[in-house]
Nanobody, 121 residues
């Protein structure tokens, strides 16, 4: 079993910054991809950014240049630094990881509980 605990959401004015954190714990030996999704009211959940265990990061076009995803493998933690926040970034942000217990297993997907980010204009 894997648990993900998120923190760092809140209310911020447009142009401001927030940093989200997601710490993973439980039964796994390898975490491959770590990332963040978001879901705004009335919209589908969308991928925001992810980072591979090799450190390669990818972003949805709407956040490129403003958001930075990073990971600390020693702490099994992924971060999302969000700068230049806009009203349209308002959403519930979910942490997502792909992990396996043993190297010969295939990855399973796990989700955090979500943290609200609200950007006032």
């Amino acid at each position: 079993q894997v648990q993900l605990v998120e923190s760092g959401g809140g209310l911020v004015q447009a142009g401001g910054s927030l940093r989200l954190s997601c710490a993973a714990s439980g039964s796994f030996s390898i975490i491959s991809t770590m990332g963040w999704y978001r879901q705004a009211p009335g919209k589908q959940r969308e991928l925001v950014a992810f980072i591979t265990n090799g450190g390669t990061a990818n972003y949805v076009d709407s956040v490129k240049g403003r958001f930075t995803v990073s990971r600390d493998n020693a702490k099994n933690t992924v971060y999302l630094q969000m700068n230049g926040l806009k009203a349209e970034d308002t959403a519930v942000y979910y942490c997502n990881i792909e992990a396996r217990l043993f190297p010969w297993h295939s990855d399973s997907e796990y989700w955090g509980q979500g943290t609200q980010v609200t950007v006032s204009s």
